[in-house]
């Protein structure tokens, strides 16, 4: 009878010493990830557009590696967006999509001409003025952007949640032990 009650004893108490580390590390790892998904400043591609899909009437940024001979255009804005020199040797603008008169899953052409000669595009595709994939539920009740939710609010209720579970089924062992008249 000793032995086992020294097992389930380091059994609880490896139990708690793994769960409180798990929660210490928890949002350790989301803000790890956050930082991953944040990516870097600079473009990879000489003519970017962010974010390259949306809804009508979305706000955009346009990122060009070279100096621009004018303003980007796009079919897709409302107007041509004006390009300026950033602090990092990039040349970046902000506009909007048009609120109407677009095409749903169509790819629109966005072009800056650079003052060397060439032409860069990328796209932009426009998408359904409805939210797609449906209302998000859970953690929040709000998505964490276009493709899904807050990994660092997810990992932390999940940190949250082994936690609890872990103190209830601790307790639950204690509460045992004292019924059976087993004391430490």
């Known amino acids: 009878m000793r032995i086992a009650l020294s097992r389930s004893r380091l059994a609880a108490a490896a139990a708690t010493l793994l769960l409180s ?10 803000w790890a990830e956050a ?3 944040s990516g870097p400043t600079t473009p990879s591609a000489p ?5 390259s899909s949306g809804p009508p009437n979305t706000s955009v940024t346009v ?12 079919p897709a ?17 902000t506009g909007r999509i048009k609120s109407s008169g ?3 899953g169509k790819s629109y052409t966005v072009t800056v001409r650079c003052r060397d000669g ?7 595709t426009v998408t ?16 964490g952007g276009v493709g899904g939710g807050d990994s660092a609010a997810t990992a932390l209720a999940v940190g949250g949640g082994v936690a609890v579970a872990g103190t209830a089924g601790y307790m639950f062992l204690a509460r045992r032990r004292r019924a059976t008249g087993s004391h430490y």
């Open 21 to 30: 580390l798990g929660t210490a590390a928890t949002p350790t790892l989301a």
């Open 102 to 104: 677009l095409q749903s």
């Open 118 to 124: 060439v032409t860069l595009t990328t796209n932009f």
């Open 77 to 93: 804005f409302q107007q041509d967006i004006t390009l300026r020199q950033s602090s990092n040797n990039q040349w970046v603008g």
């Open 47 to 51: 003519l970017t557009i962010s974010p």
């Open 63 to 74: 990122r060009a590696t070279c100096e621009p001979n004018g303003p980007a255009t796009s």
């Open 128 to 143: 359904s003025a409805t939210p797609t994939g449906g209302a998000a539920a859970g953690f929040g009740g709000s998505s």
């Open 35 to 37: 930082q991953a998904d």
